[in-house]
């Protein structure tokens, strides 16, 4: 199993980006997704979780109403749109299939004006 992160970059205090994550070697549709983040000096920490189906979705407090996770089964993708980005949100992001542990490379998000 594969996973490979993509749209990470630079971006303002305010702004947005939207993170993907592609599998390849599974079939994402039969599990739960999640984005986690680790910053600089950091433990990796949880960001959003997604069921299988797409219906229910969980987010860390710090970025709830803020981030929103999503899928395409269809595309084997999960997303992550992240907006009113705040330089705190700095880290790399990675995704991960819990059955398995399988986790992507990662990408780096910065926020920074």
């Known amino acids: 199993v594969q996973l490979v992160e993509a749209g990470g970059g630079l971006a303002q205090p305010g702004g947005s980006l939207k993170l993907s994550c592609t599998a390849s070697?599974?079939?994402?549709?039969?599990?739960?997704m999640r984005w986690y983040r680790q910053a600089p000096g950091k433990e990796r920490e949880f960001v959003a979780r997604?069921?299988?189906?797409?219906?229910?979705?969980t987010y860390a407090d710090s970025v709830r109403g803020r981030f929103t996770i999503s899928r395409d089964n269809a595309k084997n993708t999960v997303y992550l749109q992240m907006n009113s980005l705040k330089p705190e949100d700095t880290a790399v992001y990675y995704c991960?299939?819990?059955?398995?542990?399988?986790w992507g490379q990662g990408t780096q998000v910065t926020v920074s004006s």
């Open positions: 070697g599974s079939t994402l549709s039969s599990y739960s």
């Open positions: 997604i069921d299988s189906s797409g219906g229910a979705a």
């Open positions: 991960n299939q819990a059955v398995g542990n399988y």
